[in-house]
């Protein structure tokens, strides 16, 4: 492995955005920033959000996202503000997830997942919000969690497990962690597997929202609840994601900071043992760089080859 590919959305075309980097550090954005796959092409709502990507045992890459539009009607694809009411179902209201797959990040299988439609007890969920992919190697499967809630009541993160061809899910939603305090949420997960523990971060939505995380010796809990926030941010936060540093005991933790102004942006922290975090600021301000992209949203890397960097990046020059 030698590159690190980052995954990421807009908020102003719903559309999913891809960057390199070649040392974990400094980013440089595909198709000269704009979008490698239209959302409007495979999402429902004709937009995604949240998107995240995965490297399989197979060798595939498992890419998921939130299909919602947050600017549906502005964009004309709906008569109003949501699919549904807001009053009953609450912000967003999405009912969906796409899952696509790909072994050259290029040409992909996509399957559109309705959750209404996979059991009756699903039809009143307020959302299906940042699904993330995982592997269970207990069992041997694709496991796909992510943030739901029921009408407005208040937001948990719940799994799935997937077939191989990541084109359906095949068990109904458990409960994977619920904030200790049940008048707070918790949003965002993101599972990292280290040294024999299962570190889950997760934006936490008690006073100011910021990353927190809890430990675990499975896959799928019983969490250990941590109180310590791992962010550097005065304003809120969330979306963390952890990836590591190739050939470094050095893990970076990556977050959407939605308060930062005048534009939104990515803080970073840094750590060696999952206990201590130092801050690396954001991008631009420190050692994290960008260098043609801007006001990117829900970040996710994964590791490369360096001839799978060096292909995707030619056939995406090609393209300009």
């Known amino acids: 492995m030698a590159a690190y590919l980052m995954v990421y959305h807009k908020d102003a075309d719903h559309g999913l955005h891809m960057a390199i980097s070649h040392d974990g550090y400094m980013y440089t954005a595909l198709n000269n920033g704009d979008a490698v796959i239209s959302g409007d092409t ?15 045992p ?32 609450g912000w967003g209201n999405n009912l969906g997830l796409v899952l696509m797959k790909s072994y050259d990040l290029i ?48 937001n948990k993160l719940y799994y799935c497990y997937v077939n191989d061809e990541f084109n359906k899910i095949e068990t109904l939603p458990k409960l994977l962690f619920e904030y200790p305090n049940p008048e707070k949420e918790a949003i965002d997960g993101d599972i990292v597997y280290v040294g024999g523990t299962y570190h889950l971060f997760y ?17 799928t809990g019983p969490w250990t609840y941590i109180d310590d926030y791992c962010d550097y941010e005065k304003g809120g936060c969330e979306a963390p994601h952890v990836y590591k540093i190739i050939g470094e005991d050095k ?43 801007e006001e990117q949203k829900h970040g996710a890397v994964v590791w490369l080859t360096k001839k799978e960097a060096r292909k995707l990046e030619r056939y995406w020059n090609a393209r300009r």
């Not at 299909?67 to 109003?80: C, F, N, S, V």
């Open 107 to 154: 040409h992909w299988t996509r399957a559109n997942i309705m959750f209404d439609k996979l059991d009756g007890s699903l039809s009143d969920i307020g959302c299906v919000w940042a699904p993330e992919t995982a592997y269970d190697y207990d069992r041997k499967k694709l496991m796909v969690y992510f943030t739901m809630r029921h009408r407005t009541g208040k």
């Open 203 to 219: 934006c936490s939505h008690d006073g100011t929202a910021g990353i927190k995380q809890a430990t675990s010796n499975s896959l």
């Open 58 to 89: 197979d060798g595939g890459f498992y890419l998921a996202m939130t299909d919602l539009h947050i600017y549906g009607k502005k964009a004309g694809y709906r008569e109003t503000e949501w699919d549904r009411d807001g009053k009953e179902f």
């Open 251 to 293: 893990w970076i933790l990556m977050y959407d900071v939605y308060s930062a102004r005048p534009k939104h942006n990515f803080g970073f922290a840094e750590t060696h043992d999952f206990k201590t975090f130092s801050n690396l600021g954001r991008f631009d301000r420190g050692v994290m760089k960008r260098t043609n992209f």
């Open 42 to 56: 495979i999402a429902v709502q004709k937009g995604i959000r949240d998107p995240h990507i995965f490297r399989g």
